[in-house]
């Protein structure tokens, strides 16, 4: 399975899981996108810091070939998979 693939497959299951498992419904709030808009910066940040220095190296097989900040754009995917299902799970628990 290549890192393309988990990527997307993790982003469709946080998507899954917010607007029908835990029907918390964070994607259809401005609030999460606010959220969203204040994180992104600084994980682009880390992406450029760990993928330029070598510290993290992804095979060219196994993503898209498109980068963004020198990390490959599944990086995004998955960071924004982690994202929602971090806060999909702390707006599900503060609701029991």
Do not use: H
């Not at 204040?38 to 898209?64: E, G």
């Not at 490959?72 to 599900?92: C, K, M, N, Q, T």
């Amino acid at each position: 399975m290549t890192y393309t693939i988990i990527a997307i497959t993790a982003l469709m299951c946080a998507a899954l899981a917010d607007l029908f498992l835990f029907k918390t419904r964070l994607l259809q709030r401005k609030v999460f996108w606010t959220s969203y808009a204040i994180i992104l910066p600084f994980q682009l940040l880390t992406n450029w810091w760990l993928t330029s220095r070598n510290i993290v190296m992804y095979s060219d097989s196994a993503i898209i070939g498109v980068r963004i900040a020198s990390a490959p754009l599944e990086d995004l995917f998955f960071g924004f998979a982690l994202i929602l299902s971090v806060l999909v799970g702390w707006v599900y628990q503060g609701k029991r």
